[in-house]
C-alpha cells in the first residue's frame, strides 16, 4: 500500500535523534525532516492573567464566548466546578462567579451556548463507584439566573462526559463519552434548555474523544482516540441533528509512535480547522515516551477534500523530549514526566494571508505557530504560563508544575485569544503577525 501520510516535520534530523536516542538511530525514521520555515513569524503578546479563585484541583478547557464578553473555565479535580470570567477589561479578567462541583466530579470541559446566559459544563466521575448525569446546563442570565447567581437549569442525560460542543447556530449540543465505554456522539435538541431531549446516537463507532463544529462549512472534525475507529473523522452537520460521516482518515496500519518514526499516528485526541483554507489540524496525545504532535490535512486546500482528507505536515512542540516510559509496560517510573511534552487543545488565528496556531502546549506552555504553509508548520514563539506559580494551589495529581497549559481559543470579535494553564488560571493573549 502507497504511503499516504508526510514525512516532514519542523524538527531537525538532529532534534528528532536527540529526542528519540537510540531507537531512531538503529531504525531509521520516516524520511528526511523538512527544514524550518526561515518566512515563518509571529509573535504572542500577553495582556493578562488572573489566578481566580485559585482552588486546589487544577484548571480545564478555556472558553470565549462570541462577543468576547467573557470566559469560562472548569476544574479537574477538587471541587472547583465552572468560573465565569468578565474579559471586558483583557488585561484584567476577573472571576464573576464560580459555580463548585463536587470533589467527586471533574468539569473537564466547557461551552458557551450561541445563546447568551447559557452555558455547559461536562461531568466524569472521580471514582468509578459515582454516578453523574454528564453536562449541567447552567443559565447565567437566560432566565432566572444572573452572572453574579447561575442557577442549575437542567441536565443532559449523556452519562460522564469527558467533552462537548454546542453548535454554533443551531439548539443543538452533541457530546463525547470515549473513556467511559458510551461510544459515538450523542445529539441532544436544547430548544428549550430546561427540557433536553437526546436525538441520536450518530457518527461511526468508536472512542470519540473531541469534536469541532465549522458552521460556515456546516462541517464537524472528530477526533477518534480508540476502539473500531481510530482517526480524524469529518462529518456533514447540513442538519444539525443528524450528523453523517463525509470522510476520514485512519489511523489503522500507520505507524505509531513507538515505531520511532519522525511521523506518528495514534492517540488521536483534537481536531479543528482553518477557517480561511481547507485545512484540518488535529493533534495527538502521548502520555508517555515518544510526545505526541500535530497533524496538517488537505481538505480542500490543494488536491483534498472532506471526502478524501490528505495529510501533508506535522509538527511536535518546540521543546519537546522523551517522556517516561509507560508504568504498564515497564514498571515503576520514577518522578512525573507524562503528558510534559506532548500537544494540547489549539485554535487557528487567521492574519490575512497568513494562518496562525496558538496551541497549549502543557510544560511548553502557549505556543504560537505559522501555519501558513501547511507541510512546514514552524513554531514562532511561546509563552510560559507560570504567572503566580509560586502561589498557585495547582492540581492535586501528578502534573509536574508550572506551566502546563490547557489550550487557548481565538475570539475574532475581540481579537483575543483566551486561555487556561491547569496550574496557574486564565490568561488573554494577543496575536501579531
Not at 437549569?153 to 462537548?164: K, M, R, V
Not at 495529581?397 to 487557548?408: D, E, I, K, S
Request: contains cysteine; proline residues 8%; hydrophobic residues 35%.
Amino acid at each position: 500500500m502507497a504511503q499516504d501520510w508526510a514525512p516532514s516535520t519542523t524538527a531537525s534530523r538532529r532534534t528528532v535523534l536527540e529526542l528519540l536516542g537510540a531507537a531512531v538511530a538503529t531504525t531509521g525514521s520516516v524520511g528526511a525532516a523538512a527544514a524550518r520555515d526561515q518566512s515563518a513569524s509571529g509573535t504572542l503578546e500577553k495582556v493578562g492573567h488572573s489566578l481566580l479563585s485559585n482552588v486546589e484541583g487544577g484548571y480545564t478547557e478555556a472558553a470565549i464566548r462570541d462577543d468576547g464578553r467573557f470566559g469560562l473555565t472548569g476544574s479537574f479535580l477538587g471541587s472547583g466546578g465552572s468560573y465565569l470570567v468578565d474579559l471586558e477589561d483583557p488585561s484584567d479578567p476577573t472571576e464573576v462567579h464560580r459555580l463548585p462541583s463536587s470533589p467527586l466530579v471533574r468539569n473537564a470541559d466547557v461551552k458557551f451556548d450561541s445563546r447568551d446566559g447559557l452555558y455547559y459544563r461536562s461531568e466524569e466521575p472521580n471514582r468509578g463507584d459515582v454516578t453523574v448525569d454528564g453536562v449541567a446546563v447552567i443559565d447565567y442570565g437566560f432566565a432566572e439566573g444572573s452572572p453574579e447567581e447561575p442557577v442549575f437549569l437542567s441536565q443532559l442525560n449523556a452519562g460522564p462526559t469527558h467533552n462537548l460542543f454546542p453548535h454554533p447556530n443551531a439548539p443543538v449540543v452533541y457530546t463525547v463519552n470515549a473513556h467511559h465505554g458510551e461510544f459515538g456522539l450523542d445529539v441532544f435538541d436544547v430548544s428549550d434548555p430546561a427540557n433536553p431531549e437526546k436525538v441520536r446516537v450518530a457518527g461511526p463507532p468508536g472512542e470519540l474523544h473531541d469534536v469541532v463544529v465549522d458552521p460556515e462549512n456546516e462541517h464537524m472534525h472528530a477526533a477518534y482516540i480508540g476502539g473500531e475507529t481510530r482517526g480524524y473523522v469529518i462529518l456533514d452537520v447540513s442538519d444539525p441533528l443528524k450528523p453523517a460521516e463525509i470522510g476520514r482518515f485512519s489511523y489503522e496500519r500507520k505507524p505509531t509512535y513507538s515505531d520511532a518514526g519522525i511521523v506518528g499516528f495514534e492517540n488521536c485526541h483534537f481536531a479543528d480547522y482553518d477557517p480561511e483554507r481547507g485545512i484540518g489540524i488535529v493533534g495527538d496525545e502521548m502520555a508517555y515516551g515518544i510526545p505526541g504532535g500535530k497533524h496538517f490535512f488537505d481538505i480542500g486546500w490543494k488536491d483534498g477534500s472532506p471526502s478524501d482528507p490528505r495529510h501533508v505536515g506535522f509538527t511536535r512542540s518546540p521543546n519537546a523530549e522523551m517522556m517516561n516510559p509507560d508504568p504498564d509496560e515497564d514498571g515503576e517510573v520514577e518522578g512525573w514526566e507524562s503528558y510534559d511534552w506532548t500537544t494540547h487543545n489549539h485554535d487557528v488565528v487567521p492574519r490575512g494571508d497568513r494562518s496562525l496556531l496558538v496551541s497549549g502546549d502543557y510544560l511548553e506552555g502557549m505556543v504560537l505557530y505559522d501555519v501558513t504553509d501547511p507541510t512546514n508548520p514552524t513554531p514562532v514563539d511561546r509563552y510560559a504560563t507560570d504567572d503566580m506559580a509560586d502561589q498557585a494551589e495547582g492540581p492535586i495529581f501528578g502534573v509536574g508544575g508550572a506551566p502546563f497549559c490547557w489550550g487557548g481559543n481565538y475570539n475574532r470579535e475581540r481579537d483575543l485569544v483566551f486561555a487556561s494553564d491547569m496550574v496557574t488560571g486564565v490568561y488573554t493573549f494577543r496575536v501579531n503577525a
